[in-house]
């Protein structure tokens, strides 16, 4: 049974830092490319960041600079460092691959607020 679990999340303020986490089973995570999404209040969810098998990596724009993906095959887990920041990335973020599309976890809630 493929799952992913992400945690990690929380409520900090404008500027600060959190670190997601995402764990992968019953999939061959070393096999897939792997990416984060966000889903906002009121919003669908959006793409964030893509990490490819070789650990290739890609932005949505308004996070460059600001957040790093990085995985670890060995533990099948995959991070999010997410540094500076703001009140638009509130919402819950969620870990997949986007080329499989498993079935989607609950989430990690990121609460950026002052």
């Known amino acids: 049974q493929v799952q992913f679990v992400e945690s990690g999340g929380g409520s900090v303020q404008p500027g600060e830092t959190l670190r997601l986490s995402c764990a992968v089973s019953?999939?061959?995570?070393?096999?897939?490319?792997m990416a984060w999404y966000r889903q906002a209040p009121g919003k669908q969810r959006e793409w964030v960041a893509t990490?490819?098998?070789?650990?290739?990596?890609n932005y949505k724009d308004n996070v460059k600079g600001r957040f790093t993906i990085s995985r670890d095959n060995a533990r099948k887990m995959m991070y999010l460092e997410m540094n500076s920041l703001k009140f638009d990335d509130t919402a819950v973020y969620h870990c997949?691959?986007?080329?499989?599309?498993?079935?989607w976890g609950q989430g990690a809630q990121v609460t950026v607020s002052s």
């Open positions: 990490i490819t098998r070789s650990s290739s990596t």
């Open positions: 019953g999939f061959p995570f070393s096999a897939y490319t």
């Open positions: 997949n691959a986007p080329n499989y599309l498993g079935p």
